[in-house]
């Protein structure tokens, strides 16, 4: 089993900058993609980035190629999440996840994940 649990999340101004960590624990998860997702009040959660195990490919949201970095540190058992020029449409839950272990879909899709962890706020003001 493994257990994600995200921080760094809380309330900047538009324009600011934030980084989400995730720290996973249970075992490791370097044979695992892992990747985030948001949710804004009353909308579906949406696919944000991932990075496959060992790190060869990286997906992003194309409304968010440029602003948003995506990177994970095996060796800490911990996903990043780099955010820049946010903007108040960023406001969210942000999730971190986990695609199923040794699994070759590198995109994460809802369906594909396996662990999710519990959310990290983000407010963006205006």
């Known amino acids: 089993q493994l257990q994600l649990v995200e921080s760094g999340g809380g309330l900047v101004q538009a324009g600011g900058s934030l980084r989400l960590s995730c720290a996973a624990s249970?075992?490791?998860?370097?044979?695992?993609?892992v990747g985030w997702f948001r949710q804004a009040p009353g909308k579906e959660r949406e696919f944000v980035a991932s990075?496959?195990?060992?790190?060869?490919?990286?997906y992003y949201a194309d409304s968010l190629k440029g602003r948003f970095t995506i990177s994970r540190d095996d060796a800490k058992n911990t996903v990043y999440l780099q955010m820049n020029s946010l903007k108040p449409e960023d406001t969210a839950v942000y999730y971190c996840?986990?695609?199923?272990?040794?699994?070759?879909?590198?995109?994460?899709?809802?369906?594909?994940?396996?662990?999710w962890g519990q959310g990290a706020q983000v407010t963006v003001s205006s």
């Open positions: 249970g075992r490791s998860f370097s044979t695992d993609t």
């Open positions: 990075v496959s195990w060992r790190g060869g490919s990286i």
């Open positions: 996840a986990a695609g199923r272990q040794f699994a070759t879909t590198y995109r994460l899709s809802v369906g594909q994940v396996a662990y």
